[in-house]
């Protein structure tokens, strides 16, 4: 009878008295657990989520961009974007994300190329004049135009004299209010690689005989502002990539000239009898000193005979300053 008992089967391991029995040996360790389980869905889902966020990008950019040198700004970082996808792509051994990748590279390198073999729109003229206002003693320009070219101008026989080309009819009005009158110039709206305002070439001419506020508006532009016989109660220039040169005579009061690019080049022509002072935010190269200006508690200043001071304030993220005292 004692032969007939069965005895449990053992792996050929005793297991000592008090040792834990395997089922107490808690989770089983990371090498022994299954792979992930693969999900294609959620991949493909994000692809194209990516896709259509990348696609929305590159539209949106294509319609705001309206010069060379914006769009090569704007195709660096995509181009990056799309050789880093192109890269994670073959890494993970992924065809479908280094095509996006790939793609994207392309519409970086073929923006500006589609762009700089393109050519504007017919240029359009327009000439324009005005009187002075009856009881005007002050006056303001605002001058709101795309990239191109800027030149402002004393010796206007009336309130003001213009000849504006451009790829678009510009339009000028005057309105008075008191004894202020402003002229008021714009140039049409027109954005994208294709209809793009960069053929800008603006000549404006002012009279002498009134207090000037002058402001600028624009994006890619060499501007010329010659304010040297105007009594000038104030200058502001908004502008992307630029050149300016801002030519001004001895003040009359205290004179905010405030000057906002991304970046480029900024020449202020003073007379040595202008007391200036001159306070630039964000990275800069510049010839204060060279040019006799000594720093004072944050800004620059150099000394002057006369009553009035100019207060020049320049905001940029990288540009050349230049102060060159006549």
Same mark, same amino acid.
């Given at each position: 009878?004692?032969?007939?008992?069965?005895?449990?089967?053992?792996?050929?391991?005793?297991?000592?008295? !008090?040792?834990?029995?395997?089922?107490?040996?808690?989770?089983?360790?990371?090498?022994?657990?299954?792979?992930? @389980? &693969? @999900?294609?869905?959620?991949?493909?889902?994000?692809?194209?989520?990516?896709?259509?966020?990348?696609?929305?990008?590159? +539209?949106?950019? $294509?319609?705001?961009?309206?010069?060379?040198?914006?769009?090569?700004?704007?195709?660096?970082?995509?181009?990056?974007?799309?050789? %880093?996808?192109? /890269?994670?792509?073959?890494?993970?051994? /992924? %065809?479908?994300?280094?095509?996006?990748?790939?793609?994207?590279?392309?519409?970086?390198?073929?923006?500006?190329?589609?762009?700089?073999?393109?050519?504007?729109?017919?240029?359009?003229?327009?000439?324009?004049?005005?009187?002075?206002?009856?009881?005007?003693?002050?006056?303001?320009?605002?001058?709101?135009?795309?990239?191109?070219?800027?030149?402002?101008?004393?010796?206007? #026989?009336?309130?003001?004299?213009?000849?504006?080309? !451009?790829?678009?009819?510009?339009?000028?009005?005057?309105?008075? $209010?008191? *004894?202020?009158?402003?002229?008021?110039?714009?140039?049409? +709206?027109?954005?994208?690689?294709?209809?793009?305002?960069?053929?800008? #070439?603006?000549?404006?001419?002012?009279?002498?005989?009134?207090?000037?506020?002058?402001?600028?508006?624009?994006?890619?532009?060499?501007? *010329?502002?010659?304010?040297?016989?105007?009594?000038? /109660?104030?200058?502001?220039?908004?502008? !992307?990539?630029?050149?300016?040169?801002?030519?001004?005579?001895?003040? &009359?009061?205290?004179?905010?000239?405030?000057?906002?690019?991304?970046?480029?080049?900024?020449?202020?022509?003073?007379?040595?009898?202008?007391?200036?002072?001159?306070?630039?935010?964000?990275?800069?190269? *510049?010839?204060?000193? *060279?040019?006799?200006?000594?720093?004072?508690?944050?800004?620059?200043?150099?000394?002057?005979?006369?009553?009035?001071?100019?207060?020049?304030?320049?905001?940029?993220?990288?540009?050349?300053?230049?102060?060159? /005292?006549?």
């Amino acid at each position: 009878m004692a032969s007939d008992i069965q005895r449990p089967e053992t792996s050929g391991v005793s297991q000592l008295p !008090g040792s834990p029995s395997p089922g107490d040996l808690g989770p089983p360790l990371l090498e022994d657990r299954a792979p992930p @389980r &693969a @999900r294609p869905g959620a991949y493909w889902t994000g692809l194209v989520v990516l896709g259509v966020g990348l696609a929305v990008t590159v +539209a949106t950019l $294509a319609t705001r961009v309206t010069s060379i040198v914006q769009t090569i700004l704007l195709a660096i970082p995509l181009a990056l974007i799309g050789v %880093g996808l192109e /890269r994670v792509g073959r890494g993970t051994g /992924r %065809g479908s994300l280094r095509s996006v990748g790939a793609i994207l590279l392309v519409v970086a390198v073929v923006g500006p190329l589609v762009l700089s073999l393109s050519s504007p729109d017919p240029a359009v003229i327009v000439s324009s004049s005005q009187p002075v206002p009856s009881g005007a003693a002050r006056a303001e320009l605002r001058a709101t135009m795309g990239g191109g070219q800027l030149r402002v101008a004393p010796e206007a #026989d009336g309130l003001y004299e213009a000849e504006l080309r !451009g790829p678009g009819r510009p339009s000028a009005q005057v309105t008075t $209010a008191d *004894d202020l009158a402003v002229l008021d110039l714009r140039s049409p +709206a027109q954005r994208g690689m294709l209809a793009r305002n960069r053929g800008n #070439d603006w000549r404006v001419q002012l009279n002498t005989s009134l207090a000037w506020q002058v402001d600028v508006s624009a994006g890619a532009v060499t501007a *010329d502002l010659d304010l040297r016989r105007l009594n000038v /109660r104030g200058v502001t220039v908004q502008s !992307g990539v630029s050149r300016l040169a801002v030519r001004l005579g001895d003040p &009359a009061a205290e004179v905010p000239v405030d000057l906002q690019l991304s970046t480029g080049l900024v020449d202020l022509y003073v007379p040595k009898s202008a007391t200036v002072e001159v306070r630039v935010e964000g990275l800069s190269m *510049d010839n204060f000193r *060279d040019a006799g200006l000594t720093r004072d508690a944050g800004l620059w200043r150099a000394e002057g005979s006369g009553t009035g001071r100019y207060l020049v304030r320049v905001r940029t993220s990288g540009a050349r300053v230049r102060v060159h /005292r006549e």
